[in-house]
């Protein structure tokens, strides 16, 4: 019987050192150093570095951590604290030939380990992003990371994505926070792109076909959105960028608009509706071996929101007048942005090449190869724009002043 109850015990003992183990590699929440956004540029080599240098370009990284205690102190105020209050984040920078080494040496810098799995932001510099082994390499960090999610942002700006990590806001605690809450501003405005994940950014390297990244700039002590940045599909590198009137029109031709106020001409003043919501169909119109037609059908539903003196907007005759100008100003400038992918870059970032492989496959099969490079199909193909918008409501009232 005692010897039962000793195999019982030594058993027992076992079971609960198995569940032990779970806790090996713990790391207490107050010893962590969370970090919530990385700004990525490039750096010269300057033969000051600690170890040997490695050919090539440095990359320079700017780490902006959380201060937990200063979030409660400074709410209400910008990050930077006024006097007495503390600050709710700090930045680190760090120089190094590649990713793995650049975070390496972010531990030597810093009392807290470093804690990536609350990272919301990833900014690169247009020098790192333009030049396809650099970029991808930057990527293929943050992808194979074991802390690193897919739904962090990627954002991409001309100047030093530095900078970006000390701009301040009077309604948020800290710089990638103010950075993420107008990421989320595509309800109001078809000037930026629809938000540009690390998991989606994914899927277009893995893919030969061009795309965009959202594109962040400063711009009088503030941040724009507007904007966006174009990469080559092949090369896996930015090529250019579209401006925001372009931009308009690719969100259209690609039905990412989820809001917006689009403006057109009429009897010498402009009119303008809010977009409530859009859509686009593509249909394969013509092959004749040499060059596809494609048509592009747009459906936009909005409210007027600035309307002119002497119409009668209870009038069906003139409200279809106002419908048939939005719709002329929806193809004009999504035809802006087609004559600069295929005129100006010969780069579909529209997805024409991606409707073709799922809809008509045998024939892509035909035009894949020299789509973009080559005899440039994309670039021969002949993209017609047809609009339809709906005024669903006219606004509270019919008449702003007398006639």
């Known amino acids: ?116 799995e609350h990272l919301k932001l990833i900014i690169i510099s247009k020098a790192i992003a333009s030049n396809d082994s650099m970029f991808s390499d930057v990527l293929d960090f943050f992808l194979r990371g074991k802390e690193m999610r897919r739904d962090m942002h990627v954002l991409v700006t001309d100047g030093k994505a530095s900078d970006l990590m000390r701009v301040t806001s009077l309604n948020e ?55 966006a940045a174009l990469f080559d599909g092949s090369e896996h590198k930015m090529i250019g960028t579209l401006n925001g009137e372009n931009t308009q029109g690719l969100n259209f031709l690609m039905g990412q608009v989820k809001g917006g106020i689009l403006e057109t001409a009429f009897k010498n003043t402009s009119i303008a509706i809010a977009v409530e919501d859009a859509s686009r169909k593509i249909k394969l119109a013509g092959d004749d071996g040499e060059r596809l037609k494609f048509t592009v059908k747009i459906s936009c539903d909005g409210t007027l929101i600035k309307s002119t003196l002497n119409t009668d907007l209870l009038d069906k005759a003139q409200t279809g007048t106002l419908e048939k100008l939005f719709e002329s100003e929806i193809e004009k400038i999504a035809q802006k942005t087609i004559r600069t992918l295929q005129q100006k870059y010969k780069k579909d970032a529209m997805g024409l090449g991606s409707f073709m492989y799922q809809n008509h496959y045998r024939k892509w099969k035909r035009f894949s190869a020299e789509w973009e490079t080559g005899r440039s199909l994309f ?4 993209i017609e724009v047809k609009a339809n918008v ?8 019919n008449r702003a002043e007398e006639e």
């Open 1 to 116: 019987m005692k010897g039962f109850q000793t195999v019982i015990r030594f058993f027992a003992c076992a079971a609960l050192l198995l569940a032990l183990t779970g806790c090996w590699d713990r790391v207490e929440i107050d010893k962590r150093g969370f970090v919530v956004g990385v700004a990525l540029d490039t750096a010269e080599q300057t033969g000051s570095s600690e170890k040997e240098d490695v050919p090539g370009t440095k990359i320079r990284g700017t780490f902006q951590f959380i201060v937990p205690s200063g979030l409660k102190s400074s709410s209400g105020s910008a990050g930077s604290g006024s006097a007495g209050a503390r600050r709710s984040y700090f930045n680190l920078a760090v120089e190094e030939s590649n990713m793995a080494a650049l975070t390496a040496m972010l531990s030597s810098r810093t009392s807290r380990s470093p804690y990536y």
């Open 173 to 227: 605690n800290y710089p990638v926070s103010y950075i993420e809450s107008t990421i989320s501003n595509t309800d109001e405005t078809s000037y930026i792109l629809p938000s540009s994940r690390l998991g989606d950014v994914h899927e277009h390297l893995l893919k030969p076909e061009s795309f965009t990244i959202q594109r962040v700039r400063l711009s009088g002590g503030s941040i724009t959105l507007t904007g």
């Open 379 to 382: 670039a021969k193909a002949d």
């Open 390 to 397: 709906k005024l669903r409501r006219i606004g509270d009232i």
